[in-house]
């Protein structure tokens, strides 16, 4: 890549696997309209022994910040000097800011996607009764920007129940002044009939055959719809039932650009210029344009 130099700063993404990920082109894209001497790279590691020692080496480097993706959202945390309260209650770190001689641990999915539902659909899920999908670290994320937010009521959904409790039963440990619970699918009719906001913050639905996790008749118009999948050449079944049912619905890609636009505000801390969503949004397409469509060779 031209412009790289021997003061050129180091960002990265950190997960397994990555070759989907669309984070370089987008963070590669703003980082030259900004005229930051930055470069994203890629750092794949296959275990969290090469997660530790990829950290370890990153304290001596010259990185501004990184993200992490799945699966090492939550063990991260540990490896992290300071953690935002958000993150620790979401109990996923998707941002590390390189501060000085500190990592500090941020989650920006729960901001991104609260960006987006106001950007992409005017939601403001502030009074709102909320049901999510999931109980993973992208479920923990929209879990605390929700609450955070002020939603009225939010129901997690979970195959794994227990998973779902543990993360209700941490914010009530915060004293959260909001009506929650967690589910299993076959108890969750009345929540998701009820909710103005559903969200899957699952993996289901990365695939072209997967399900909608939840019956076609449980939607309706009157709901917003956000499904967390994002760059599928398909449409996601939920997404076609929300279609159906009148909903207005939204993908993964918008809620992607807007929690990646929000870690490099937290890296580039210096300057007073916001990150243009645009020019990330507009990478991300390309780059997903130029992705073999399924069928073609990879
Ligand atoms: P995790 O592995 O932490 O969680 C996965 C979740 O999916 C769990 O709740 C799991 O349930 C559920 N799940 C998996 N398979 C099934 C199934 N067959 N039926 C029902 N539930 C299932 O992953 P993340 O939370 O990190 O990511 C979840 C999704 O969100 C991914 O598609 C990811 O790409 C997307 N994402 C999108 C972002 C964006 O910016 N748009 C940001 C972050 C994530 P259980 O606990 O029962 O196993």
């Known amino acids: 890549m031209a412009g790289i130099n021997g003061t050129t700063k180091l960002a990265g993404v950190i997960g397994w696997p990555l070759s989907h990920t669309l984070s370089p082109a987008m963070h590669n894209a703003v980082y030259r309209d900004l005229g930051l001497d930055w470069i994203y790279v890629p750092l794949a590691v296959a275990d969290e022994v090469g997660l530790r020692r990829l950290v370890a080496a990153v304290r001596s480097m010259n990185f501004v910040g990184f993200n992490v993706t799945m699966p090492y959202k939550t063990a ?78 939010i129901t997690l959904i979970n ?26 699918y076959a108890e969750a009719e009345q929540a998701v009939r009820e909710a103005d906001l559903v969200i899957n913050a699952t993996s289901v639905g990365m695939r072209p055959d997967d399900p909608c996790l939840v019956p076609a008749q449980w939607l309706s118009s009157n709901q917003v719809i956000l499904d967390m999948v994002y760059g599928q050449q398909h449409k996601t079944a939920l997404t076609l039932c929300g279609e159906a049912a009148g909903a207005f619905t939204l993908d993964g890609l918008g809620m992607l650009v807007c929690q990646g636009a929000t870690a490099v505000d937290i890296w580039n801390e210096s300057s007073q210029e916001r990150t243009p969503r645009e020019v990330m949004l507009d990478a991300a397409r390309r780059e997903l344009q130029s992705r073999p469509s399924v069928g073609e060779a990879r």
């Open 159 to 184: 195959r794994d129940l227990g998973r779902a409790q543990e993360l209700v039963e941490r914010m009530e440990a915060h004293s959260v002044n909001i009506s929650v619970e967690a589910l299993m």
């Open 76 to 153: 991260i945390l540990d490896l992290c000097d300071e953690v935002a309260t958000a993150a620790q209650m979401a109990g996923a770190v998707n941002t590390v800011h390189c501060s000085g001689d500190k990592l500090i641990g941020y989650n920006t999915d729960g901001r991104g996607m609260l960006e987006a539902l106001e950007r992409d659909a005017g939601f403001d899920p502030a009074g709102k009764r909320v049901a999510i999908l999931g109980a993973g670290g992208a479920a923990g994320g929209a879990f605390v920007a929700l609450i955070l937010a002020r939603s009225a009521s």
